[in-house]
């Protein structure tokens, strides 16, 4: 699994934050903000900053960003989603999530995600199970979750990338903790999860909360992309 934030990537404390917009702000500042924001669409490590950085504000530290990125938004060549997405994965506020939301508006057909969902395990043979699912956000990001079970028993390990390049994604014939990894069907690779879910559960254990965070793809018709990615504690 890639790590979350790797060699050179942008730490929370480093990413640019927008300032109130208004007279006499330093153009130089602006250029350095409006640079950043057209990362978004490319760097999953910037996207994953960006959220992460969002967090930490306060309300009043939030709405400055939104209305930041409002003045801003007509000089960014990248589309709405690459700059609002990531503030959605970190936001709870209901209110601030539908006005997010509304700013991305109609998702353009150019930043949909570029990919369907697949799944990926080591072979049946051993006592625990390595299974990754890649399932799409937008334009050419995905989050990954990946973990090792016992089928119809227990949980070893869950990890969660929520940002992550597609071409950076777990593929066939990958290694992932001491597994090789193979193409699978992701209704079968699923079906198994869900078993363990239940089965965990049963014996009193606590559920690892990435799996939560893929709760969709465990309820009906399971391999629609997860609704709202996260960020890590």
Known sequence: MRKVEGAGSPRPDETPLPRAAGAGADPRSVAVWCAFLNRLATDAEAALAAAMAYRELDGPGRDVWMASLEQDVASITVPRIALYAPLLAAETDSKRRAKILAAIGTVQADATP????????????????VVAIVAPLYLDFVQVLACSHRPGDT??????DPIVERSRAPRAGDSLAGAVLEAGELRAAVDDLAITVVAHARKGLPL???????????????GAAPSRFAIPG
């Not at 570029?114 to 199970?129: E, I, N, Q």
């Not at 949980?155 to 969660?160: C, D, G, I, L, P």
């Open 155 to 160: 949980f070893e390990w869950v990890k969660h």
């Open 114 to 129: 570029r990919g369907p969902a697949y799944a990926l395990a080591s072979r049946p043979g051993r006592d625990a199970r």
């Open 208 to 222: 690892p909360e990435a799996l939560g965070l893929f709760a969709d793809l465990f309820g009906p018709g399971g």
